[in-house]
DNA sequence: GACCGAATTGTTAACGCTAACAAGCGGTAA
DNA sequence: TTACCGCTTGTTAGCGTTAACAATTCGGTC
């Protein structure tokens, strides 16, 4: 900067006032100095500067598992969001959501001083891992549910369940039964309640829950004794013919398995996922399911954590992005619905 | 830092020493100092460090697209690879990778001053344009192939396609389709020149190439103009018997427009694709496919960078990771190969 | 022509840290 | 005893920027 006041011949603090876009320059120093930085070849140091004004203009993201397709998207419509409102983002991806990773990964960035946190925790340990923290700077979890008191974004995963199961039902299924996500995931239980919801309002049995871990292996092996109830179950109040699988990897798993045992899809069993990952449309048969937003969310989340960040706010909101519901052939229409 | 040396009782230099674990500190102050530090709760400023230092101990990661499986994989390699060698790390993920966005995300990374950056750049066009600009700081590129000088670090792209193209031979096909990937993609020039390798050094024709986009709906299209092919081609010696898809979404597509075309697979067609995304074993049926090592990638990219950085080299070196090769139901041998 | 206020520019002192050197303090060898 | 060494600690001066204030210039007014 010095090496630049000199040769455009002002005082290095004029240099600043220009890159800062201070109102008081006269337009020829301006046009001098900026055309002299060009020259230079000048970049400000970033270092120094947050050094002087105490800002950092630096987010940190913490996320785990980012090969998923949900939690990659999530990551990657936050720091876009980041980008667009002039802060750098700094991710760290953890394997596990132990509270010493997460605790760990939060020196890491409070080290490098940055403003604020972005958590895309789904688990319930890691938001009550997070709560426990004390947070060096504002925190907003995505996914993180809104049990605790840290503001956060969340996808409406309890509506789309909901939206799912009531399809399902509109299309003629006495009632609809479940492959549930690990019981520690926050989005496994939302999706869980808000088909159970669905299926009381509507004066549906309640099937038992099965269980898988999101992966489509454990699907597999969920639709294999989903295979083994529609023998069992025929006939019944809980009669096996549609399945609500909570995410699309694990559906996946379920169509094979079915598929294996002889059953088709839709006419045997209907099946519903949750994500709508590229592949979903291709699936045999292609998926209906539920699309997130992931854009939406990510703006939300720096938006909040702005909000906190410039003391704009200080409560724990909560924002909710809503689902949008995608039918495809999974679950075409068993008999025509009243009033069609 | 004056603050915990006022506690402590010594200069705020002997705490800089202690943090720094600088050989000549008492073991007394020493104690007394990190138990201040412990008690305070203090935490030095990774910005006066730097600016002090000129070092910033921070790396910059480039990528495109980071919601498909591979690259999501590799930035989360890459990354995993930076903690571990004390770095911290600062994605920014573009959109396209023009050579204004690339300039864009450099000066961006550069403002902050990292001090390397790992380019994640699988497009000719991209590599070019890196090449083309000059950067504050050295580069590693990931999967940018070795046609420029700029160091890097790829999967042997080719050898992969070789390996499947190989397996198909050798179980008894006569030759192998193939669907590409986009033109401009190093990745898709290398697997389609692996495969064409692999054909003609078994003296196979080379049947004509199809494209697509990655995408599991311009696998499906491929896939639909394959079925057509496979009726024409009968009996030739371009018979279409066996295809290799150039990622795994796109064998999807392929996968369901030949069933809906009334084909079996493997029986009629065999199927194989690249990546192995988890989705791959779930297939109908499951897929043969090529995995790569993200883990290796990540680490090796970031050690040839870190060799860079701390002036251990300056070649620009060109590493290459081995593939693998899952065969799975899609590709069941056809005929019993010689030897068996 | 002196004086005022606004606009522009310059000067100085932080910001929190590390590097380089200086100083103190025992112990050892001449 | 004196000189010298090694270990430990303290002092000072930056690193490159911005904030706060001081100084200068300029156009207009009385």
Known sequence: MTDVARVAGVSHQTVSRVLSDHPNVSAKT???????????GYR??????????????????????????????????????????????????????????????????????VEGIVA??????????????EAPCPVVT??????????????????GARMITEHLLASGHATVWHVA??????????????WEDALRDAGAEVPPVLRGDWSPLSGYQAGQQLAGRFRTSRGRGTGLTAVF????????????????????????????????IPEAEFFPPPLTTIRQDFASIGRDSIGLLLDHIEGRTDESTHLVVAPELIVRASTARRIAPPGT
């Open 44 to 113: 400000r140091n970033s270092a120094a500067r947050a050094l002087a004004t105490r800002r950092t203009h630096t987010l940190g993201v913490i996320a785990v598992n980012t090969t998923l397709h949900g939690p990659a998207s999530t990551v990657a419509g936050v720091q876009e969001a980041a980008r667009d409102r002039g802060y750098l983002t700094s991710a760290v991806t953890l394997r596990t959501a132990t509270q010493t990773a997460l605790a760990e990964a939060m020196q890491h960035l409070a080290g490098w001083g």
């Open 142 to 159: 995505v996914e993180g549910g809104h049990t605790l008191d840290l503001p956060g974004v969340s996808l409406d995963q309890s509506l």
């Open 120 to 133: 895309v925790t789904p688990q319930r340990a890691a938001v009550r891992a997070l709560a426990a923290l």
């Open 181 to 194: 996500g690990p019981p520690d995931w926050l989005e496994s239980e939302a999706r869980t309640q808000g």
């Open 245 to 276: 699988v909570a995410n699309d990897q694990m559906a996946l798993g379920v169509l094979r398995a079915l598929r294996e045992a002889g059953l088709h899809t839709p006419e045997d069993v209907a099946v519903a996922g949750f994500d709508d």
């Open 30 to 40: 301006r046009a001098a100095v900026t055309q002299v930085i060009e020259q230079l």
